[in-house]
Structures are given as C-alpha cells and as structure tokens.
C-alpha cells in the first residue's frame, strides 16, 4: 500500500503541470486580457472601479493620461490613439512585456513553491485572499456536507430496505422537490420567509458575524456564528441531499438484489447481519468513489450562488471575480489549488477503499 501511495502522490505532479499548462495557454490567447482592460479603463470606456491605473503612481499616470497620441503600432486593438510607451508601461506593470515561454516557466517556477504572487487589481497577494475567504468556504462546505451525508446515506439505506413502502413513497417525494427546485432557489425563499422578507425576521441576511462579533464571549461567538451560517448551509444541504439520496438507495438496492444475499438469506443469516457485513462493504464503494467530485462541487462550485446571496466571500466568489476581471494571478491560484486538493481527495478516497472492503488490494494492479 505504501509504494501505491507514493505512485499517486508522484502522479499527482504530472497531473498538476498538465492542467495549469492548458489553462495558462488557453488565457493567454483569450481576448479581454488584463492589460486590454487597462486600456479600456484609460480611455474611459471599461467598468470603471478597481481601475487598473489606481496601482500606478502619480507620476507615472500623469504621464500616461496626458499620452493619447499614437499607438498604431500596438498588437491591441483598443490601444489606438494611446503612446507606444503608454502601452509598454502597461504590458511591463501587468509582466506582458516578457515572451510567452517565459511567463510560463516562470509561473511554474512559482507555483512549485506556492508562490503565487499579487493580485493585479487588488493591491494584495494572491495568499492573503485566499486566506482570507477560506473561512468562509470551509463554513459553508464542511457544515453542509457533513450534514448531507449524515442525512442522505442513512436515508438512503432506509429506502433501499423499505422499497415500495408507505416511508419510501412520502420521502421519494421530498426527495423530488429537493431535486428539481435549485439551491439558490430555496436561498432566495429562506430570505423571503425567515431573513426580513415578507414574513418574519429571524436570522442575518448577509455577512458570516456580527458587526459587534469581537466583543462577545466565547459561547456568544460560537451562537453567532452558526446563527449567520445557519440559512446559507440549508439552502445547500436541501440542494443537496436528493442525489446522495437516491445514489446510495440505488446502490444497496442492486446488492440486496444478488444472488450472494440470497445465499446468505438461505443459510439462516439476519437481515441486519446480511445488511452491515455483507451489502454496506460493496454497496459504499460507489459512495466513496464519488467523494472527491461532491467535495470540490459543495466546497466552491456549488458556493458560489449561494455566497452571492448571503454576501459571504468565499472562494467560490472569489474565482468568478478574478475570472471575469482577467486577473490572472487569483485566477490560476484558485485553480492549483483546487486541483490540487481534488487529487489528494481522490488518493483519500481510494485509501478508502480498503477500509470499507479489505478485500481490495491496490498493489496487485499492474
């Protein structure tokens, strides 16, 4: 078990250069890339804001404002009537002005050693703002997750052994509602009913503590924190537990239906004995394996409406934000490390493997 250990955790590396070697190619052919925006923001015709010139000193902006000559030179189309020089600044402050192949190598270079460098349009490392919505994307997937499957798995083996009865008909019916009604859906209805909507007032609609969450105790901090994550973490786990639901029903449905457990059946065993030593090893492998895929899409994919409508920012919003503003150093960060985390799940996952079912060797395969 040890060398297989080590192979997956060395493939992790190949893995790793493949997928940030694609996207790093694919951005830089893309159009609308930061130092475009740049130029949009000088001329007055970009979304204004977090303008890209506020990183520029006051010299240097003078300097570039008042340059709005030339510029037909420039590979970039909105750059006409812009200096040359202007444009040069610009690809210089943004690390443009360097080939291709070396911004690549460099990038791998740095992300060897997780450095991921600054924001382009945030005045800030790229660690810090991960670090600093972390929290948040841990608060909503760690809770919401854990209760999914504290939920569904056992609801799930309870279907599967009341197959066709009164319990499995009424739940299969929550199940569907669950299923065909989104998560931010059941966000923007929980708002409605208990957030100050129309109805009544009881939980905070945005924001992960209070603004006084400094000053209360210990146990006061604890309350408020669940008090805040109490709506955001229903909406998901009410979006979420249909399809871990059926999957594990499914799944231990098509085992009691073998022939081994009728064999066992025959042979005198209990229904429980059958359940827990015999079906619950084969019928979780399924489970297990999709693990990785529901971690990565509860923890940022399916974050992201739902930060959105509470007001948290997490990473999920943080990636959107940094992809629609090109921002390239939060942009690819996330995605390493996104990546990253999915394949240790899935090395995790497969250790799994073999605590469910002994059976399973992985150093027999070839």
Known sequence: ?????????????????????????????????????????????GQGGSSALQRISGSEAGDLGGARLVGEGSTYRGARGLDPQVIAEIEKRYGFDKPIGVRYLTMLKNYATFNFG?????????????????????????WSMLIIYLVSIPLGIRKAVKNGAKFD??????II??????????????????SGGSFLKIFPLRGLFSANFAELSIGGKILDYFWHL????????????????MLTKNSFLDEINKQYVMTARAKGL????????????????????????????????????????FSLDGLGLLGLESTMQRDYPVFFATLYIFTLIGLVLSLLSDLMYTIIDPRIDFEKRT
């Not at 490392?125 to 997937?141: A, D, H, K, M, Y």
Request: with cysteine; aromatic share 10%; proline share 5%.
């Open 230 to 245: 109490c709506l955001p973490t229903l909406a998901m786990v009410i979006g979420g537990f249909a399809s871990l639901t």
């Open 118 to 142: 600054d924001s382009l349009f945030r005045g800030r490392t790229v660690l810090e703002l991960i670090g600093e919505r972390f929290p948040v994307s841990i608060s909503l997937g760690l």
């Open 270 to 309: 209990t229904e429980k004995s059958i359940l827990t030593k015999h079906v619950f090893q084969n019928a979780m492998l399924i489970i297990v394996s999709g693990f990785p895929a529901a971690f990565i899409g509860i923890f940022f994919t399916g974050n992201l409406l739902i930060e959105t409508i």
């Open 169 to 174: 008909t009424w739940t299969s019916g929550i």
């Open 1 to 45: 078990m040890l060398s297989y250990i080590l192979r997956r955790l060395l493939l992790i590396i190949p893995t790793l250069w493949a997928i940030i070697t694609i996207n790093f190619f694919i951005v830089q052919i893309a159009p609308g890339g930061p130092v475009e925006q740049a130029i949009a923001n000088m001329q007055g015709i």
């Open 177 to 194: 509602v669950g299923n065909a009604i989104p998560s931010f859906l059941f966000a923007v209805l929980l708002i409605v009913l208990f």
